[in-house]
């Protein structure tokens, strides 16, 4: 039976595993508590929270949220990054951390209720941006409403020019 406070924690990592639109495990051992604060303010002003929960804890919130599959990735010291906005947003950061660090190990991550892999969660990282995939969802609708324009021009265009062209014959013939 865990104590009050180990309970309060489980419920409220359960609940972040739930909300979580992504999240991300990684081992942190070697890093300067400066470095650790660092990477905490940067994840925090990209909309992703980072916590330190001993591995038994997040175990139990895990398999009380329904999240299978983490339990061979809850070795060692353990830092938790959630995002309850974006599924990319720890992956990307945690794996920047990871290159820029270098003492950063992603271990897992979690996307919906199913765990994946440190090589998931690079791949997950590679992806684009949300806002670099509605832009290209908007370009992809936008283009052929841009050729719809254009061909619904043209012809005013041509009208246009052909008229001009009869103002200067006109003027040529009628020299005034």
Do not use: C, H
């Not at 999240?67 to 945690?94: C, E, H, N, R």
């Not at 190990?105 to 969660?121: F, H, P, S, T």
């Amino acid at each position: 039976m865990p104590t009050p406070q180990k309970a309060a924690i489980i419920e409220e990592t359960r609940q972040n595993l739930e909300n979580a639109q992504g999240v991300v495990l990684a081992d942190y051992r070697g890093i300067t508590v400066q470095q650790f604060g660092k990477l905490r303010a940067q994840l925090r002003n990209s909309g992703v929270t980072l916590k330190v929960i001993k591995n038994t804890l997040v175990q139990r919130a895990a398999n009380e949220a329904g999240i299978q599959g983490l339990d061979p990735y809850l070795k060692g010291p353990t830092a938790v990054a959630f995002s309850y906005d974006d599924p990319v947003a720890p992956a990307k950061m945690m794996s920047q951390a990871a290159r820029e660090l270098r003492k950063i190990e992603i271990k897992a991550g979690v996307l919906g209720k199913q765990a994946i892999d440190a090589r998931g969660v690079r791949e997950l990282s590679d992806l684009p941006s949300r806002e670099v995939l509605l832009s290209k969802v908007v370009g992809t609708f936008n283009a052929p409403i841009q050729q719809l324009a254009w061909v619904l021009n043209a012809p005013l265009g041509n009208l246009a020019r052909v008229l001009d062209q009869v103002r200067i014959q006109k003027e040529q013939e009628n020299p005034a």
